[in-house]
């Protein structure tokens, strides 16, 4: 324990230095620097809200939280851990387990395009990332820390400091500025680049399989897929549905959030981009592979007082073995290899 009396002056002065409060002395940052970010023509805008501005510093801050299993209560597991960029930001174990060893009881999501998503979870509860971002780290069965430790355990590290300073213009963290931070790296999770827009584009060519694939995926009364999975280039309209996967669903879904029968089972419409990489499938990841899911979609679904008119529409078993492989065909062209090893995502140095 240092002592005021047998402190020579420059440890007082060092003392004195560490004790204030850093912005006095260093003066307001120069501004971040804004990511700019134009959507192709057939995306919607770019969404960031208007107190959460995506600049270039505040997503360096989020890339590094992103990684940094500072944020879990025994430092050992990164919101990465069970977002996975090989997986497009999903986890491929079916449930994911958190630092107490507990599995969760839903599959994790993939963060691809979540810039454009503002209901968040499989049943939609939390609106908007930067009201999700701290539910993770204080989730029992996840990260399972108190926001006052992540907190103090931040504010503790210079280099963290620095880099709150240089995003948010101060040094002191709180967690409004984690979840800000960690929000902006995660809208820059943008894929609008694959085979089926380099074709759209004219650049690119599909096969035979494919477009039939792709014919299929649009014709309601073939694959059917594109009443729900579709809209636009983004290939989602993300409302919850009831797609059919139980007579009685055990998960509730939707309907525990808002109370409204007609929405028991119902969870969030998966976008298509990069479905490829981010088996297992539905909320629950029963499905391990799209051959599942395609068979799932030919003969497995039922048709209860919950399940969405769309699936009505559907006739079992419609689907031969190749409507199913071209659909498959087509949903591959969806794909973006390069987002899995884009080095803007990954773990930074
Ligand atoms: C232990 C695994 C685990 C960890 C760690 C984890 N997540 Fe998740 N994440 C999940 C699961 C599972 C879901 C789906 C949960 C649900 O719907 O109830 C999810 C859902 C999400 C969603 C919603 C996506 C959508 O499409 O609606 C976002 C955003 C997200 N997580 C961000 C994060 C961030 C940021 C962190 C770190 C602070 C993090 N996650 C840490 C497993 C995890
Ligand atoms: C009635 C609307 C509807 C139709 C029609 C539909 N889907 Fe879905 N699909 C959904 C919903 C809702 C989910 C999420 C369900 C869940 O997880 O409980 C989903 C999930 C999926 C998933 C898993 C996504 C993930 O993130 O795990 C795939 C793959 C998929 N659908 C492909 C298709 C294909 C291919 C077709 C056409 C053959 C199709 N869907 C038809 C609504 C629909």
């Known amino acids: 324990m240092l002592k005021i009396e047998d402190t020579n002056p420059s440890s007082f002065a060092l003392l004195l230095a560490a004790s204030c409060h850093h912005d006095l002395f260093k003066g307001p940052p120069p501004p971040p620097t804004p990511f700019i970010f134009k959507s192709p023509d057939n995306?919607?805008?770019?969404?960031?809200?208007?107190?959460?501005p995506t600049t270039l510093e505040g997503i360096a801050l989020g890339r590094k939280l992103f990684y940094d299993p500072i944020l879990s209560g025994d430092n050992t597991q990164a919101c990465a851990d069970c977002h996975r960029q090989e997986n497009a930001f999903t986890d491929p174990r079916q449930f994911s387990i958190g630092i107490d060893g507990i599995a969760g009881k839903r599959n994790s999501m993939s963060l691809v395009n979540i810039a454009w998503q503002h209901r968040l979870f499989w049943d939609g509860r939390v609106h908007g990332l930067e009201n999700q971002a701290l539910r993770p780290i204080q989730d029992p069965v996840e990260m399972h820390e108190s926001l006052e430790n992540a907190v103090a355990e931040l504010q503790a590290r210079p280099d963290y400091t620095e880099m709150?300073?240089?995003?948010?213009?101060?040094?002191t963290v709180d967690t409004s500025l984690i979840a800000k931070a960690l929000s902006q790296f995660e809208r820059t999770f943008i894929s609008f680049n694959s085979k089926y827009d380099r074709w759209k584009l004219g650049q690119d060519s599909m096969t035979e399989?494919?477009?039939l694939g792709m014919e299929a995926f649009f014709e309601?009364?073939?694959?059917?897929?594109?009443?729900?999975?579709?809209?636009?280039?983004?290939?989602?309209d993300f409302q919850f549905r009831n797609n059919g996967l139980d007579s009685l669903p055990t998960d509730l879904g939707r309907f525990a959030v808002t109370g409204a029968l007609l929405e028991t089972g119902a969870?969030?419409?998966?976008?298509?981009r990069n479905i490829e990489y981010t088996a297992p499938y539905m909320h629950d990841g029963r499905f391990a592979t799209l051959e599942e899911v395609l068979e799932f979609y030919n003969t497995g679904f039922h048709l209860g007082p919950y399940t969405d008119h769309a699936m009505y529409n559907l006739v079992k078993g419609r689907l031969s073995e190749t409507d199913k492989a071209d659909i498959i065909a087509f949903l591959k062209t969806l794909s973006e290899p390069e987002f899995l090893t884009n080095a803007a995502f990954k773990k930074p140095e």
Do not use: V, Y
């Open 43 to 52: 995306f919607p805008p770019f969404f960031d809200p208007a107190d959460n």
């Open 164 to 171: 709150f300073w240089l995003a948010f213009g101060t040094e």
């Open 209 to 211: 399989s494919e477009l």
């Open 220 to 236: 309601n009364d073939r694959g059917g897929c594109a009443q729900c999975h579709s809209f636009g280039a983004i290939f989602s």
């Open 267 to 272: 969870f969030k419409t998966s976008s298509m």
